[in-house]
C-alpha cells in the first residue's frame, strides 16, 4: 500500500524526497515490466547499475514502490466483482473502513469526501457469494447507515500502470 504523508506536486516531493527524472523512468519501466533487470535501466538512463540499485532501495524504503505480483482475480474463478458506495453513522467511517480492510473480498477501498463516505471495491466468486458478502458480513457492522452496490457488468480499462511523469505535465 503506498502510504505518502507529503505530497507536493510541484517538485515531485513524496516522503520529503524530491524524485528526479531518474527515480521517474525507473518507476515507469518496472510499472511496464517490473521484472525488468536493473541492467536495463541502467543502460536507459544512462547511469550505472549500483546507482539504480540504490534509487530503487531509496524508492522502496520511503513507501513510493512496492513491487508485487498482481493476480488476475477473474482468471481464478472471481466472475463477481463490484464496487460499493457505504455511508456510516457520523464519527464511524474510520472504524468501519479498518473493519472492511480485513475481509479477503475487499481488493481496494477508500475514503470519500462525496456521496459515500466509503467507496469498497471487491471480487466475488458469484453472485450469491456478493450478496452474502454486502448482506451478512457489510450491512452488520456497526457503524455502517447504508450501501449501493454496483456491480460490474464490464471492464474497459483495468491497469496498475500510473506514475508521476515529467512528460506528462504531471506537476504542471
Not at 27 to 45: N, V, Y
Not at 52 to 60: F, G, P
Not at 147 to 165: Q, R
Request: glycine residues 6%; contains cysteine; proline residues 4%.
Amino acid at each position: 500500500m503506498l502510504q505518502c504523508d507529503e505530497i507536493f506536486y510541484n517538485d515531485v516531493i513524496f516522503h520529503g524526497a524530491t524524485l528526479d527524472e531518474i527515480d521517474l523512468q525507473i518507476l515507469q519501466t518496472l510499472q511496464e515490466d517490473g521484472r525488468t533487470p536493473f541492467t536495463s535501466i541502467a543502460k536507459q538512463t544512462g547511469v550505472s547499475e549500483s546507482t539504480i540499485r540504490s534509487r530503487y532501495a531509496n524508492l522502496v524504503n520511503l513507501g513510493v514502490v512496492n513491487t508485487v505480483s498482481i493476480v488476475d482475480p477473474f482468471a481464478l474463478g472471481y466472475q463477481a466483482p463490484a464496487i460499493i458506495g457505504v455511508t456510516t453513522k457520523p464519527g464511524k467511517t474510520d472504524e468501519v473502513g479498518r473493519k472492511l480492510c480485513e475481509f479477503p473480498e475487499v481488493s481496494y477501498q477508500v475514503m470519500t469526501l462525496g456521496s459515500y463516505d466509503l467507496i469498497v471495491e471487491v471480487f466475488c466468486k458469484d453472485l450469491s457469494h456478493l450478496t452474502r458478502f454486502v448482506t451478512i458480513d457489510l450491512q452488520t457492522i456497526p457503524g455502517v447507515r447504508a450501501t449501493e452496490t454496483l456491480s460490474i457488468a464490464k471492464i474497459y480499462k483495468l491497469s496498475w500502470h500510473w506514475s508521476p511523469s515529467l512528460n506528462t505535465g504531471f506537476g504542471e
